[in-house]
């Protein structure tokens, strides 16, 4: 049986997986529905249109994204399910034999959502890799952040040898800094108090526009009313002095960095084309810390690659426990994609070695980040806090420590300065 067109004023819900850049592109799509007459439901809700925005980087992503989908179903098994993203762009194929999509949209594709809810037919695909950019940011639609995302990039021209994500977004495209400067304006005139500056590979920004990305940020750094501002995951190869002396200025940007090792070993790095070595890395992250001493620092880490050893994931351990500075790590066991040259190496590593490794690397990132936690007690900081449950408050440092405290006042969106005096066992202040 076809489903009906949704009319003005019909329910629309939306759940996002994957990055930062997702959660930036899903607030722009949010607010095209609202513009049209629809009211924003909770993803639990019933719904007469339901758009999922995916994510692909691994087997994991691809998992989350199909018991989305029949979680879609059961919440409002009369709505139109529209699946979108880069899942949708490299799985069409997949998502076409699942019951209940009418609408599968890729990456470009996406935006163009209400051109095709008028056409009533079930897993009707709309894939075509273009290069064009299309700008987002986050709106009031997503109630559950009050830090805003902008995307200034998308795309990537680097051939990293175990990543997908090129594949699924094209090549490098970016945002002008005129028009950087009139979304952060926006979103500010929204009342955010915090700017998140990201992309897929925000530091090829300069390479591919021509216009400086130290420009951009001092355009959207000096925006009346902006007081925080932080950039998300950022290529250790395209860091650079006059980055940091940049953001430093602002007098604004945030004492947080997060910036991909995935393996310290050189033997691994060389395999997956990273443009960097394990001691330019090292390097990298402690020029950082000496313009933001007290910087928090997240590593995206890669185990079980093909043929990675023992010994060579030992290295990477022992790096990560005594070279290097990082305090959140992001650790993913390796998953191989289908199209890119990892997957195609020989000495894939068992799926029970990958999780050990993983188990390890993360009870170390645990225990690093208690420590930093602990060098904040009783010093004061600020936190932007962003939800409540049950009276307690929960926000985020300038480190990006999450910081919990109990009251009844309204703290939503609200830069109050604390002293935080304990550090429980999932490291939070308090």
Known sequence: MKKETPQKGSKVSFHTL?????????????????????????FEEPADVVFLNTCTVTDGADSSCRNMI????????????????????MEAEKIQKMQGVDLILGNSEKYKVFEYLDENESNNSKIDLTNDFWGAYSTPSDQHHTRAFLKIQDGCNYVCSF???PFARGRSRTITVKEAKNNALELVK??????????????????????KLTDLIKEVASIEGLERLRMS???????????????????????????????FHPRILKSMRRKYTAEEYRDILWMVKDY????????????????????????TYNALENLLPTTHFHVFPFSSRKGTTASRLPDQITHHEKKRRVKLLNELG?????????????????????????????????EFLKYKIHSKENLKNSIISVVPILVDDNSSLS
């Open 190 to 211: 929204q009342g955010y108090k915090e700017i998140v500056l990201t992309g897929v590979n925000i530091g090829e920004y300069e390479a591919k526009s021509g216009e």
């Open 366 to 398: 645990d225990k690093k980040l208690n420590l930093f936690a602990q060098e904040s007690l009783n010093q004061p900081t600020n936190v932007l806090f962003e939800t409540q449950q049950n009276g307690i408050w929960q926000g985020y440092t300038s």
């Open 233 to 263: 995951s950022v290529e250790p190869n395209t860091i650079t002095k006059e980055l940091l002396e940049t953001l430093k200025e602002t007098g604004i940007y945030q004492n947080h960095f997060h910036i991909p090792m995935q393996s």
């Open 292 to 315: 933001f001493p007290k910087a928090g620092i997240g590593a995206d880490i890669i185990t079980g690659y093909p043929g990675e050893t023992e010994e060579e994931f030992q290295v």
């Open 163 to 165: 990543c997908i994500i």
């Open 70 to 89: 029949r979680k879609a179903q059961k919440n409002s098994p009369e709505a139109k399910v529209v699946v979108a993203g880069c899942y949708a762009q």
């Open 18 to 42: 994957g990055c930062r850049l997702n959660f930036s592109e899903t607030g722009s799509i949010a607010k095209g529905f609202e513009d049209r007459g629809y009211k924003i439901v909770p």
